[in-house]
């Protein structure tokens, strides 16, 4: 069995956050942000947040770094949910560690951080994929396509879930793309199902080859807590600005709850990141969808944005957003597992 998994940032105020002093490092060139912190011990799904904090007058466009600047370091007590390394003390050892390949290099390492999601087993679909790249959009000279970036996303929510203690079931899985820091995802068609098989070029072949396996695993684990998301980006008129949205089977209850759980964290999140706007996403039935009517799980299908818009590349494109957007779904997994329990 393979697993793989998430857990959500916890973010500080800024009175928390420079009520101590923190170590000084200076960018190299060739330095990002994650490449930063993990040099120094510290894991960024866990500091990200308080070292944007830290260096909000410091970042570049996109929040790069300038070699040769110097920038502060999170600490432990900074916050997250594990103890940092700093260059004065090491963080103790961790009580379980994971190693799933499928992450990449520098991801695969995965730290139990807590039993919240103890017994619960989720299957995660990223849309489209293999010889089908789903949606393009145009991004300056780039082509950006559907099944990358949903993949991305996919993949850093399934990271997550698994340092919760979930048991997580990546249908598609790319052998060697992992978690990917960078803007550009490009484009290819290596992504397999969940047992090793190529990806059918049929949709309604692809469509019931995943629903097939995510059925076959759901037996395995009859009388557990089981839910499946399955994550794209939509495409509309450019100038079309849309935010997160969900579906869920008409007939779901389940469903539905785990749908507008992840919904009400989303309008926490967005009342407090982005207060100057009011967050428009929604919870709607859509039982045709072939993944929604078929898959015996409780399923939850998320369009991420419109990959033709402006604003809504944004949301994707810059990894620390798509980092983010993994962050919020998780955070609404384990409300929903909470309240079902």
Known sequence: MRRLILTFTLFLNASLLFSQAYPKVVAEDGDGIYLLLRRHGLEPAEHLQNFLELNQDKLGQDNSLYAGKTYLLPTASAGGTTAAATPEKAAPAPAAVLVEPLFGENYERVEILDRQLQGSVYYLVAGHSGPDPGAIGK????????????????????????????????IIQDPDDGIRDENILP???????????????GQTQRL??????????????KGQHQRMLSIHIDSRSKGQNIDVFFYHHENSTPGLALAQRIHEVFTTKYNRYQPNRDYFGTVT?????????????????????????????????????????????????????????
């Open 139 to 170: 991004y300056g000279p780039y082509q950006l396509s559907e099944d990358e970036y949903a993949y991305d996303v996919t993949i850093r929510l399934a990271r997550r879930l698994m340092e919760h203690g979930a048991t997580v079931y990546m």
């Open 187 to 201: 484009m290819d068609t290596d992504e397999v199902g969940y047992y090793g098989d190529p990806v059918p070029h």
């Open 208 to 221: 019931r080859s995943r629903v097939a396996d995510i059925n076959r695993l759901y037996q395995r684990h």
């Open 285 to 341: 039935p859509r039982s045709s969808l072939y993944v929604v009517k078929y898959s015996h799980p409780p399923t939850v299908f998320v369009e991420l944005g419109n990959i033709k818009n402006d604003k809504d590349q944004r949301r994707f494109v810059i990894p620390n957003n798509r980092q983010a957007l993994a962050n919020w779904l998780c955070d609404g997994i384990i409300a929903d597992y909470k309240a079902s329990n």
